[in-house]
DNA sequence: ATTAATTCATATACAATCAATAGGAATTAA
DNA sequence: TTAATTCCTATTGATTGTATATGAATTAAT
């Protein structure tokens, strides 16, 4: 499951990617209807997993770090909650061992959930905010949901 | 994520196929290494989502219900932990509707949730307890973990 | 009938996580 | 100096996760 928190980021950097522009957070709340003060903290991750920069004081905003090509949905699913994988044993980023398991190496549910994690990890690493805005049947219009 | 309740529910089915026969679920717990009266409830659950029959009193005990080859893990992932889906709006067997979206047909998180659910699905709706005795190297001896 | 083995039902506990909100400090441009 | 903004820390309330405890109901064997 996605957290909302993990909603809103996306939702948020899909605004300031169609938007090309630094937004102060109160415009990014509006346009991507989340609530304001939790997306302070959100935007607050997203520039230390080095989604966006932030500028602070009058005129300031938050600005996508780089082109919206290169800004991988599951860099971001991954900073906002954690692991891709449905298991911890089966994730790469996140590896942790189970108490429950002597032998993983043959472990029959960690190896379907490999499976799984790898098809998650195919769709998530490989759309990025680009490919999200091309979903959109127009563009730069806030129709995004 | 899996919970530990789905993990479990796993185990002690892969339990019950390898064995084949009616057990006790003392007995599960101890092959499968898991928390005795957790699994109590689990089995529980597990006769509710069809996957097993369960006999009371002495010389009771839980048996699969059917071929292993019939039972799905997506089957048993849903009864445990709900929706395949990251995100209601992408899951078709527990559909919700997002409060904060107006047009989930353009909605590009969701489309883009919906091929991460499809892929999910694919795996785990194809993927039957049979299937997952198979990945074990050795069979009938209780070294699947 | 009694006993032992079992499932089944209900209640409880405790910790962690989620989804936010509050208040204010620090920074910056006008 | 003021207004707009990010940033930081704390708090809250609800929900969920991971169990454990107790005991009732059921069944087979003696």
New interface residues.
């Given amino acids: 499951?996605?957290s909302m928190k993990c909603?809103y980021a996306?939702?948020a950097l899909?605004v300031l990617a169609a938007e090309g522009t630094k937004l102060p957070s109160s415009a990014i709340a509006q346009k991507a209807?989340?609530p304001a003060k939790f997306l302070e903290a959100i935007l607050t991750d997203l520039r230390k997993a080095d989604a966006l920069t932030s500028e602070r004081g009058a005129h300031g905003g938050h600005t996508l770090k780089g082109e919206p090509k290169k800004i991988m949905?599951g860099h971001v699913v991954r900073a906002m909650d954690g692991?891709l994988a449905?298991?911890p044993c089966a994730s790469t980023f996140y590896y942790k061992k189970?108490d429950?398991?002597?032998?993983?190496k043959?472990?029959?549910?960690?190896?379907?959930?490999l499976?799984?994690r790898n098809?998650?990890s195919?769709?998530?690493d490989g759309?990025s905010l680009e490919d999200?805005?091309n979903?959109?049947?127009k563009k730069k219009q806030q129709?995004?949901?």
């Fill in positions: 499951m996605l909603k996306l939702k899909v209807r989340v949905l692991m449905p298991i189970c429950d398991c002597t032998d993983e043959i472990c029959v549910i960690r190896h379907a959930m499976e799984v098809k998650i195919e769709v998530l759309l999200l805005l979903m959109s049947p129709l995004f949901w």
